[in-house]
């Protein structure tokens, strides 16, 4: 009785569904890293990106995710618990410059252009922990991002940039 029962069970697990995101109508995994402030703009490996000074005399970069196969959650509901959870790093050095830019926070969905990318998130601050644009003038970060949902689903990118000083600084 027990043989048979096991056989039974092994049959239905065979049968069920796979879990994985595209099974559960989330598309395939894909990421995509950019930049932007109010829209999104693509970002080039071994391209630039400007260290920008903000208002209280910080400096940041402008990071941007695209992704799919993830869980979005509410862009309008910060409590939304289906809410993934959006990490941009700033690495020189082996050092993360970035240590805080964790976002816990809806997607938007993404412009209909964007496809095969469901969601995006554009123009976060990327705060980094320096004193001078100077210090980050001609010198080579690697830009990277991981987006974790409420599945377990993780996402990473990078980029390996050259920062230099926006010419709005100072």
């Known amino acids: 009785m027990s043989l048979l ?9 065979a049968d069920a569904p796979p879990t994985d995101s595209t099974s559960v109508g989330l598309g395939p ?3 995509e890293l ?8 693509p970002l080039d490996d071994g391209g630039e990106v ?4 903000g208002p209280q005399g910080g400096f940041h970069l402008l990071g941007s995710v695209r992704v799919s196969g993830i869980e979005g959650g ?10 993934p959870t959006t990490t941009f790093s700033v690495w020189r050095d ?8 964790r976002f816990i926070q809806g997607l938007d969905p993404a412009p209909t252009d964007a496809h095969p990318y469901r969601h995006q998130m554009v123009g976060r601050f990327v705060i980094m922990s320096i004193e001078s644009d100077d210090e980050l003038d001609g010198v080579e970060l690697e830009l990277t991002v991981a987006v974790h949902d409420v599945n377990g689903t993780t996402t990473e990118a990078s980029l390996q940039l050259t920062a230099y000083p926006h ?3 100072h």
């Open 5 to 13: 029962l096991t056989a039974w069970l092994l049959g239905c697990a």
């Open 29 to 31: 995994l894909l990421v």
């Open 34 to 41: 950019g930049s932007g402030e109010w829209e999104w703009e």
């Open 50 to 53: 400007p260290v920008i000074q």
């Open 74 to 83: 509410s862009p309008d509901n910060l409590a939304d618990p289906l809410n």
């Open 94 to 101: 082996g050092e993360n410059l970035a240590p805080a830019s």
């Open 167 to 169: 010419p709005l600084n």
